[in-house]
């Protein structure tokens, strides 16, 4: 069974930080490709950063430059750390591993930037 399982998200107030994690169950990691993505209040889910197998990253503009999305395989688990957060970066977070066999998400983690 795989799982996928995300925490680190709550509340935060502008200018804060967060690191969120997922840790990974049931599949074998390192062969992932592991995202971040996110949905706001009222929008559509969007990819916020990407980490290949071999340690490669891309991020969504809004975020580059202060969220860095790091892996350790040897933990089953992929990290986003979040600098100079701001009210726009309200959404739960959502983790994704990909290979051609099959793509999983978790449940999400909340969250919350006070301005």
């Known amino acids: 069974q795989v799982q996928l399982v995300e925490s680190g998200g709550g509340l935060v107030q502008a200018g804060g930080s967060l690191r969120l994690s997922c840790v990974a169950s049931?599949?074998?990691?390192?062969?992932?490709?592991m995202s971040w993505y996110r949905q706001g209040p009222g929008k559509q889910r969007e990819l916020v950063a990407r980490?290949?197998?071999?340690?490669?990253?891309m991020y969504v503009d809004s975020v580059k430059g202060r969220f860095t999305i790091s892996r350790d395989n040897a933990k089953n688990t992929v990290y986003l750390q979040m600098n100079s957060l701001n009210p726009e970066d309200t959404a739960v977070y959502y983790c994704?591993?990909?290979?051609?066999?099959?793509?999983?998400w978790g449940q999400g983690t909340q969250v919350t930037v006070s301005s």
């Open positions: 994704n591993s990909y290979v051609h066999t099959g793509e999983y």
């Open positions: 049931g599949i074998i990691f390192s062969i992932n490709r």
């Open positions: 980490i290949t197998t071999g340690g490669s990253t």
